[in-house]
């Protein structure tokens, strides 16, 4: 299995463009997270989907971010409009439900200027 | 938020010498996880403990979990350069679907 999957690795872009994470699970995962690192607040969850259905996304920091689970195997991540303090890196993750072991991608790492 | 905290935030070890990392959290918990983290790489799972266990092995790894301080600790013996990376605690609330991660703790094993 190639693991997480997560494209592109690294994103430039302008204060109030689109941007939009792309991340593909372990083929037989049926959960998938969104997470957010940064040096000052760490790694946060964002948000959480099983069985491709957003269960909790109470960390989202507002309603510039959107997720989106179309399929088993696809999940997105979009801000519009992107802004300079959302420069992170953002990790996918995916585990299956007798595991409680979550399995990472790469990550993408995002800079808006 | 109820964030894991690891303690210390950086350590500088020889090689060959053991490296002890801690965690603290604040609730009950289902288990505890212990992720490493290499530079510019994602999250890889090292170990769990479960609420109910004390104690853990997994090779080099040694993980204990003490409920009653709501504490763990994460022992990695007889270091290696290739150790070098974060170490994250995460706590788990909710039956794995919801991880809550600490600060981390920065190792660097000098050869």
């Known amino acids: 299995d190639a693991g997480v999957i997560q494209s592109p690795r690294h994103e430039v872009t302008e204060m109030g463009q689109e941007v939009t994470l792309r991340c593909k699970p372990i083929?037989?995962?049926?959960?998938l997270f969104w997470y957010r690192q940064t040096m000052m607040r760490g790694l946060e969850l964002l948000i959480y989907?099983?069985?491709?259905?957003?269960?909790?996304d109470s960390g989202m920091p507002e309603d510039r971010f959107s997720a989106k689970m179309p399929n088993a195997s696809f999940s997105t991540l979009k801000i519009q409009p992107s802004e300079p303090r959302d420069s992170a890196v953002y990790f996918c993750?995916?585990?299956?439900?007798?595991?409680?072991?979550?399995?990472f991608g790469p990550g993408t790492r995002l800079t808006v200027l | 938020s109820q964030q894991g905290e690891e303690d210390p935030q950086a350590l500088s070890i020889q090689e060959g010498e053991n490296a002890t990392m801690n965690c603290s959290y604040k609730?009950?918990?289902?288990?505890l996880q212990w992720y490493r983290q290499n530079s510019g790489r994602g999250l890889v799972h090292l170990i769990l403990?479960?609420?109910?266990?004390r104690e853990k092995h997994s090779g080099r790894l040694r993980v204990t979990l003490d409920t009653s301080k709501k504490s763990s600790s994460l022992l990695i013996t007889a270091s290696r350069a290739a150790d070098t990376a974060s170490y994250f605690c995460?706590?788990?609330?909710?039956?794995?679907?919801?991880?809550?991660f600490g600060g981390g703790t920065r190792l660097m094993v000098k050869p």
């Open positions: 993750a995916s585990r299956r439900t007798s595991y409680n072991e979550q399995f």
């Open positions: 083929s037989g995962h049926d959960y």
């Open positions: 989907f099983n069985n491709n259905v957003p269960i909790d």
């Open positions: 609730t009950s918990i289902n288990n």
């Open positions: 403990i479960r609420s109910n266990e």
């Open positions: 995460a706590t788990d609330y909710n039956a794995g679907n919801m991880l809550t």
